[in-house]
């Protein structure tokens, strides 16, 4: 059964950072290529960043790059984001997923909420 579990979230304050978290279990990690995802109050949920299972980062755009980084750690089966330089418009609950050799996001975890006050 495979588990993605996301932490780190909270509450801070604009120009804050924060470093999320998603412990994954119940596959081979190593083979799958992670992503962050986000979604705000009445909007769609968005592509924030990804790290193939080849090593490679993919990011969203201007919005995160440069003040968010992906990573990933293969031996703790953990994915990270840190995110520096907070903004408002940051504010969003965060989904870790998986996705097998770059198919479609198949897992998804729950979600860690982070709000940025102005």
């Known amino acids: 059964q495979v588990q993605l579990v996301e932490s780190g979230g909270g509450l801070v304050q604009a120009g804050d950072s924060l470093r999320l978290s998603c412990a994954a279990s119940?596959?081979?990690?190593?083979?799958?290529?992670m992503g962050w995802f986000r979604q705000a109050p009445g909007k769609e949920r968005e592509f924030v960043a990804a790290?193939?299972?080849?090593?490679?980062?993919?990011y969203s755009g201007d919005s995160v790059k440069g003040r968010f980084t992906i990573s990933r750690d293969n031996g703790k089966n953990t994915l990270y984001l840190q995110m520096n330089s907070l903004k408002p418009e940051d504010t969003a609950v965060y989904y870790c997923?998986?996705?097998?050799?770059?198919?479609?996001?198949?897992?998804w975890g729950q979600g860690t909420q982070v709000t940025v006050s102005s």
């Open positions: 997923a998986a996705s097998y050799k770059s198919a479609d996001y198949s897992y």
């Open positions: 119940g596959l081979t990690f190593i083979r799958y290529t």
């Open positions: 790290i193939r299972w080849t090593g490679d980062n993919i």
